[in-house]
Protein backbone atom coordinates (compact mmCIF):
# COMPACT_ATOMS: atom_id res chain seq x y z
CA UNK A 1 0.00 0.00 0.00
CA UNK A 2 1.36 3.31 -0.89
CA UNK A 3 0.16 6.46 1.14
CA UNK A 4 1.24 10.00 2.50
CA UNK A 5 4.01 9.38 5.50
CA UNK A 6 3.04 10.04 8.93
CA UNK A 7 5.27 11.21 11.52
CA UNK A 8 5.37 7.85 13.05
CA UNK A 9 6.71 6.59 9.85
CA UNK A 10 9.99 8.63 9.75
CA UNK A 11 11.81 6.22 12.53
CA UNK A 12 11.81 3.12 10.24
CA UNK A 13 13.12 5.52 6.56
CA UNK A 14 16.54 5.60 7.58
CA UNK A 15 17.09 1.58 8.17
CA UNK A 16 14.88 1.02 4.63
CA UNK A 17 18.01 3.38 2.78
CA UNK A 18 20.62 1.68 4.74
CA UNK A 19 18.90 -1.57 3.48
CA UNK A 20 18.68 -0.52 0.09
CA UNK A 21 21.95 1.40 -0.29
CA UNK A 22 23.88 -1.95 0.38
CA UNK A 23 23.47 -3.19 -2.80
CA UNK A 24 25.85 -0.70 -4.33
CA UNK A 25 28.72 -2.48 -2.62
CA UNK A 26 27.50 -5.53 -5.56
CA UNK A 27 28.28 -2.44 -8.58
CA UNK A 28 31.33 -1.50 -6.93
CA UNK A 29 30.21 1.57 -5.06
CA UNK A 30 30.90 1.07 -1.57
CA UNK A 31 31.07 4.49 -0.53
CA UNK A 32 27.29 4.61 -1.47
CA UNK A 33 26.72 1.48 0.67
CA UNK A 34 28.37 3.60 4.11
CA UNK A 35 26.65 6.29 3.07
CA UNK A 36 25.18 7.94 6.12
CA UNK A 37 21.33 7.59 6.23
CA UNK A 38 18.56 10.42 5.53
CA UNK A 39 18.11 12.62 9.31
CA UNK A 40 14.37 12.54 10.57
CA UNK A 41 14.38 16.38 10.65
CA UNK A 42 15.18 15.85 7.01
CA UNK A 43 12.48 13.42 6.06
CA UNK A 44 10.49 14.99 8.53
CA UNK A 45 10.76 17.93 6.28
CA UNK A 46 9.22 16.26 2.96
CA UNK A 47 6.58 14.77 5.70
CA UNK A 48 5.38 18.00 6.89
CA UNK A 49 5.22 19.19 3.51
CA UNK A 50 3.23 16.77 2.28
CA UNK A 51 6.09 15.52 0.14
CA UNK A 52 6.88 12.43 1.41
CA UNK A 53 5.50 9.05 0.61
CA UNK A 54 5.50 5.07 2.11
CA UNK A 55 4.65 1.92 0.78
CA UNK A 56 4.22 -0.64 3.13
CA UNK A 57 5.01 -3.84 3.27
CA UNK A 58 2.53 -6.86 4.51
CA UNK A 59 2.79 -6.02 8.09
CA UNK A 60 1.75 -2.36 7.83
CA UNK A 61 5.60 -1.21 7.85
CA UNK A 62 7.39 1.31 5.45
CA UNK A 63 9.71 -0.55 3.42
CA UNK A 64 10.24 2.13 0.31
CA UNK A 65 9.25 5.59 0.61
CA UNK A 66 10.01 8.74 -2.32
CA UNK A 67 10.74 12.36 -1.15
CA UNK A 68 9.70 14.81 -3.53
CA UNK A 69 10.73 18.62 -4.03
CA UNK A 70 9.85 21.42 -5.96
CA UNK A 71 12.01 22.36 -8.48
CA UNK A 72 10.94 25.02 -11.10
CA UNK A 73 7.22 23.84 -12.62
CA UNK A 74 8.69 20.04 -11.43
CA UNK A 75 8.57 17.97 -8.95
CA UNK A 76 11.94 16.63 -8.04
CA UNK A 77 12.68 12.73 -6.96
CA UNK A 78 15.28 14.18 -4.04
CA UNK A 79 15.46 10.08 -3.05
CA UNK A 80 13.41 6.97 -3.30
CA UNK A 81 14.51 4.03 -1.62
CA UNK A 82 13.32 0.58 -1.53
CA UNK A 83 14.04 -2.28 0.99
CA UNK A 84 15.55 -5.12 -1.26
CA UNK A 85 13.36 -7.68 0.38
CA UNK A 86 10.75 -6.00 -1.92
CA UNK A 87 12.98 -5.73 -5.12
CA UNK A 88 11.34 -6.81 -7.86
CA UNK A 89 8.07 -5.67 -7.40
CA UNK A 90 7.65 -3.01 -8.98
CA UNK A 91 7.22 -0.87 -5.72
CA UNK A 92 9.47 1.95 -6.69
CA UNK A 93 7.59 2.22 -10.01
CA UNK A 94 4.59 2.93 -8.03
CA UNK A 95 5.78 5.40 -5.96
CA UNK A 96 7.04 7.70 -8.98
CA UNK A 97 3.08 6.42 -10.68
CA UNK A 98 1.78 8.02 -6.75
CA UNK A 99 4.30 11.20 -7.24
CA UNK A 100 3.12 11.40 -11.22
CA UNK A 101 -0.25 11.60 -9.84
CA UNK A 102 0.49 14.05 -7.41
CA UNK A 103 2.13 16.43 -9.78
CA UNK A 104 -0.51 16.27 -11.90
CA UNK A 105 -2.66 17.55 -8.91
CA UNK A 106 -0.19 20.39 -8.45
CA UNK A 107 -0.38 21.40 -12.11
CA UNK A 108 3.40 20.73 -12.42
CA UNK A 109 4.88 20.27 -16.07
CA UNK A 110 7.22 17.09 -14.71
CA UNK A 111 9.00 14.45 -13.00
CA UNK A 112 13.42 14.90 -12.34
CA UNK A 113 15.94 13.61 -10.46
CA UNK A 114 19.42 12.85 -10.61
CA UNK A 115 20.81 9.73 -10.19
CA UNK A 116 24.10 6.80 -11.56
CA UNK A 117 24.16 6.91 -15.01
CA UNK A 118 25.05 3.16 -15.41
CA UNK A 119 23.80 1.21 -12.26
CA UNK A 120 21.51 -0.56 -13.38
CA UNK A 121 18.79 0.01 -10.83
CA UNK A 122 19.23 3.82 -11.58
CA UNK A 123 19.27 5.47 -14.70
CA UNK A 124 18.36 2.29 -16.94
CA UNK A 125 15.35 1.59 -14.88
CA UNK A 126 14.38 5.55 -15.04
CA UNK A 127 14.23 5.42 -18.52
CA UNK A 128 11.84 2.17 -18.52
CA UNK A 129 9.86 3.94 -16.67
CA UNK A 130 9.44 6.93 -19.06
CA UNK A 131 12.34 9.22 -17.94
CA UNK A 132 14.76 10.66 -20.27
CA UNK A 133 17.95 12.16 -20.04
CA UNK A 134 18.02 15.74 -19.96
CA UNK A 135 21.25 17.60 -21.57
CA UNK A 136 23.33 20.21 -19.34
CA UNK A 137 22.20 22.99 -22.03
CA UNK A 138 18.64 22.32 -20.59
CA UNK A 139 19.25 22.49 -17.07
CA UNK A 140 17.32 24.89 -15.06
CA UNK A 141 18.75 27.07 -12.50
CA UNK A 142 17.65 24.99 -10.12
CA UNK A 143 18.81 21.87 -11.47
CA UNK A 144 21.79 23.26 -11.85
CA UNK A 145 21.94 23.95 -8.06
CA UNK A 146 20.96 20.28 -7.07
CA UNK A 147 23.74 18.85 -9.02
CA UNK A 148 26.62 21.19 -7.91
CA UNK A 149 24.85 20.40 -4.11
CA UNK A 150 25.46 16.53 -5.15
CA UNK A 151 29.38 16.96 -6.45
CA UNK A 152 29.66 19.14 -3.45
CA UNK A 153 28.78 16.04 -1.35
CA UNK A 154 30.96 14.05 -2.91
CA UNK A 155 29.33 12.65 -6.24
CA UNK A 156 31.07 12.80 -9.49
CA UNK A 157 29.34 14.16 -12.06
CA UNK A 158 30.55 12.17 -14.66
CA UNK A 159 28.68 9.22 -13.11
CA UNK A 160 25.60 11.27 -12.31
CA UNK A 161 22.75 11.83 -15.17
CA UNK A 162 20.01 14.35 -14.51
CA UNK A 163 16.43 12.61 -16.06
CA UNK A 164 12.98 14.45 -16.72
CA UNK A 165 9.62 12.87 -17.14
CA UNK A 166 7.01 15.59 -18.67
CA UNK A 167 3.77 14.55 -17.16
Known amino acids: MIRP ?73 AQVSVHPRLAGRRIGAALIDTVGDWAETQGLDGLSLTTFRDVPWNAPYYARLGFRELPEGEWSPELRSVVDRETAQGLDPAARVVMMKPL
Request: net charge negative; charged share 20%.
Open 5 to 77: ADPRDLISLPAVEVAAGKIFEDVGMPEIALDVPPSLTWLGGFQRAGQLWVATDDAGEPAAYCAVELIGANAHI
